[in-house]
Nanobody
Framework: QLQLVESGGGLVQPGGSLRISCSAS????????IGWFRQAPGEKREGVAC????????NYVDSVKGRFTISRDNAKNTAYLQMSGLNPEDTAVYYC?????????????????WGQGTQVTVSS
């Protein structure tokens, strides 16, 4: 069964950049479409970005378009989220998960399992 572990989060100043990673084990990452989700304090979890299994298609929530880039290296069994122009509103726990639906308006995870995620804090 696919297991995903997020890493790379940390404290970043406003306007800064950070790349977080999603490392897969237990199965082949290239067999799955992958999404990044985030949950800010006191807010609902939202889909941020998603990418098809071969990396050919990507979608982003409007609030991160032009700032975030989702990518994957299937040979390394790893997906990434490159975040630039970070602002305090981006502060959240970021999770990766396989997705069953990936569009500009909806990113739906394949199941309801969520790992520990990685904390991204944007603050001066």
């Amino acid at each position: 069964q696919l297991q995903l572990v997020e890493s790379g989060g940390g404290l970043v100043q406003p306007g800064g950049s950070l790349r977080i990673s999603c490392s897969a084990s237990g199965d082949t990452l290239g067999d799955y479409a992958i999404g990044w989700f985030r949950q800010a304090p006191g807010e609902k979890r939202e889909g941020v970005a998603c990418i098809s299994d071969d990396g050919g298609l990507t979608n982003y929530v409007d609030s991160v378009k032009g700032r975030f880039t989702i990518s994957r290296d299937n040979a390394k069994n790893t997906a990434y989220l490159q975040m630039s122009g970070l602002n305090p509103e981006d502060t959240a726990v970021y999770y990766c998960a396989s997705v069953e639906w990936c569009s500009s308006t909806s990113i739906i995870p394949s199941d309801d399992y969520w790992g520990q995620g990685t904390q991204v804090t944007v603050s001066s």
